[in-house]
């Protein structure tokens, strides 16, 4: 493992163990930082749209698996259901975009 992957590691661990909180997939649980901030909005014609955003960040080897589009993602603590809608492999970690599975 090369002097920058290694350095991203760590910091991603640390990042996430001080951010971070527990999460499901399928079962498999780890820890992810959580960022609710972006809100899309949809135009129809009968009115508007509009969702929360959710993004999750996880240490790629927290994971058996890669996370696939579909699954369902347990954010524990919150009680919190969502359905992944794209995930974004990094040198480490996963980014794990989100919706509500209720909405």
Do not use: W
């Amino acid at each position: 493992m090369s002097g920058f992957n290694q350095f991203t590691k760590a910091s991603l661990i640390h990042s996430i163990r001080v951010i971070g909180e527990p999460a499901s997939i399928g079962g498999n649980q780890f820890q992810a930082a959580f960022d609710e901030s972006s809100m899309d909005v949809t135009r129809h014609m009968y009115g508007d749209e509009d969702e929360v955003t959710t993004s999750a960040v996880c240490i790629k080897s927290a994971l058996s698996n890669a996370p696939r589009v579909g699954e369902t993602l347990i954010r524990v603590q919150q009680r919190k259901t969502y359905v992944i809608t794209e995930v974004q492999a990094d040198v480490e970690s996963y980014e794990i975009k989100l919706r509500a599975k209720d909405a």
